[in-house]
């Protein structure tokens, strides 16, 4: 079926040639050609020409669920297609129109192993309580990750998790655990409002699909400080500036006892990148493990968060690992090329020393 050119423009075959192509995207926008992100590369559909203003808003209108208004700005929801395959769409405007993001999304979440992270990870969903945050940019993993964390924790606690989600990306298998998955704008209306109810609800853990705004983190380090575990991610590149995000969202007058409620509550950060795996297709994850412990209480305390590598380096024996450190591992093994080490490193010019 011709998908684009003169003919009329449908979703259903576009996000079938996603799935074909192992894409992690479907990208679509007035005046240009639909383009699919295969292994981190974006490139055009063959054979598909430019979509129209009028295409996108009628390709917007199959996909688009009955509660959400047309006209939005800016829309975040699930779409399920006729066979079942799930995506987390984006619709946003820009000056030639509307735009459509795809996320090509898994029935069900991948391992640690399928995911290549260290398992040492793991160690988080038994924790009694307390934050655990999963950062990185975006298309980095870390949603991903966090799904792969919360189907372990079902797996193996005899314990009731409520994910709030923007959308819901992945479908939990149950397991020893009781799980309920909210959608933000679906069963609650905003992060907030959801993690305020669930709170209440009397959880052993929740997951919040992002710590977006002031009030959602505010909310989730009460939870943590009350005996719930809580995961979450965070737009940020490496846990010092996961630490940073945090404080740095309160005024200055609040920043203090901030700091007090996260020096106590954090169990771990996992921070993350994804680079082009050497000489083949896909990607290769870079991963910084930092675990809650006296020393990193104090430093956050302090408002010493960028001598963290000092910490990191003397407990390596317990887990941890520098970011930088990681991709100089994966130079080393011949997984992904130094000049793209060396790009997103935290400190190039040490992995362009220990990889020359």
Request: aromatic share 4%.
């Amino acid at each position: 079926m011709d998908v684009g050119g003169a003919a009329r423009v449908a979703i259903a075959p576009l996000l079938g040639r996603a799935v074909a192509a192992g894409a992690s995207d479907l990208h679509v926008m007035a005046g240009e050609r639909p383009r699919l992100r295969v292994h981190g590369e974006v490139e055009p559909i063959e054979g598909v020409g430019p979509t129209s203003a009028e295409d996108v808003e009628r390709l917007l209108a199959e996909v688009l669920p009955a509660h959400l208004p047309a006209d939005g700005a800016e829309l975040d929801f699930s779409h399920t297609d006729a066979e079942g395959r799930r995506y987390r769409v984006s619709a946003f405007r820009e000056r030639r129109g509307r735009a459509l993001a795809f996320r090509v999304l898994e029935g069900r979440p991948p391992g640690l192993d399928d995911l290549a992270l260290p398992r040492d990870i793991l160690r988080t969903i038994y924790a009694p309580g307390g934050l655990v945050l999963f950062a990185g940019h975006a298309g980095a993993g870390k949603t991903t990750t966090l799904a792969a964390v919360l189907q372990a924790f079902c797996e193996r606690r005899t314990a009731r998790l409520i994910t709030l989600e923007d959308p819901i990306e992945y479908r939990l298998a149950p397991g020893l655990a009781y799980v309920e998955q909210r959608e933000v704008g679906n069963h609650c209306g905003t992060f907030a409002e959801g993690l305020a109810q669930a709170t209440c609800a009397q959880p052993d853990a929740i997951a919040l699909g992002e710590l977006r705004d002031l009030e959602t983190i505010r909310l989730a380090l009460e939870a943590a400080e009350t005996g719930v575990l809580v995961f979450a991610t965070v737009h940020a590149y490496d846990a010092t500036r996961t630490i940073g995000r945090v404080v740095d969202a309160f005024d200055v007058e609040e920043r203090q006892p901030v700091r007090a409620a996260l020096a106590a509550t954090l169990r771990m950060i996992v921070a993350q990148t994804l680079l082009r795996r050497r000489g083949g297709r896909g990607r290769v994850p870079a991963v910084e493990v930092v675990h809650g412990c006296a020393s990193l209480s104090t430093l956050i305390r302090e408002g010493k968060e960028h001598e963290l590598a000092t910490i990191i380096d003397s407990s390596q024996a317990r887990g941890m690992r520098a970011l930088d450190d990681a991709l100089v591992e994966l130079v080393r093994a011949g997984k992904v090329l130094r000049d793209d080490a060396i790009a997103a490193a935290v400190r190039p010019e040490q992995v362009a020393r220990l990889t020359g």
